[in-house]
């Protein structure tokens, strides 16, 4: 895509006139929509195109409009709404997975949108898939080990008659192990 193109799609996008907004929004989509949905579909998604497409777009329209984005040289406008994109497929990737093994991280809670910026808030949520995806990577019940023991706050002593681990020891060590993989597995995620 052409540098002017850009330059007029953020010009619109940003104007206080709601046809100009408009005809920068058409110029998104135009620009955008098929390399988008092209990508969206080598990722095996298919069934969600559309959804994850008008998410993302409206994400990175936002964003423009919200001052989040800034143009930088040499940095096409596509490689930050790939961010977007991406964030947004893993959000439906790991709905499907977790549908299918139920984890439950939810990571379209509304509460998060207070977060302030779209940036800081996209951030939040690709951690949050990048999470979910790292603990459908272990067993059920080293997910649940996992679960009580973070999320509900319950102490390894307890875990111990639960899971079948015999003394605090064992306890301990399966999860520090566990606390392990997972950090590993976010770090390969680059988070």
């Given amino acids: 895509m052409s540098e002017k193109t850009e330059l ?16 920068g929004v058409e110029l998104f989509i135009k620009t955008y929509e098929n390399k988008a949905k092209s990508w969206i579909i080598k990722k095996g998604l298919k069934d969600f195109v559309e959804d994850i497409w008008m998410e993302a777009a409206h994400l990175m329209i ?4 919200a001052g989040a984005y800034q143009k930088m040289p040499g940095v096409e406008l596509y490689t930050y709404f790939h961010k977007i994109l991406s964030g947004v497929h893993s959000k439906y990737y790991n709905r499907e997975r977790k549908n299918k093994q139920n984890v439950e991280i939810d990571v379209t809670d509304e509460s ?3 977060i302030n910026t ?8 690709e ?9 459908l990577q272990l067993k059920p019940d ?4 996992l679960k009580d023991k973070i999320l509900k706050g319950k102490k390894l002593i307890d875990l111990v008659e639960k899971y079948n ?4 020891n064992n306890a301990k060590q399966k999860y ?14 680059e988070i």
């Fill in 8 to 23: 007029k799609i953020l010009e619109w996008v940003t104007s206080p006139g709601a046809r100009e907004r408009e005809k």
């Fill in 62 to 65: 936002r964003a423009i409009q």
């Fill in 112 to 114: 998060l949108k207070e």
């Fill in 118 to 125: 779209p940036e800081s808030y996209l951030q939040l949520v």
């Fill in 127 to 135: 951690l949050l898939a990048a999470l979910e995806y790292c603990l």
């Fill in 142 to 145: 080293e997910r649940e080990l």
């Fill in 165 to 168: 681990l015999k003394t605090y």
């Fill in 176 to 189: 520090f192990k566990l606390k392990k993989m997972l950090l590993n597995c976010l770090n390969t995620r």
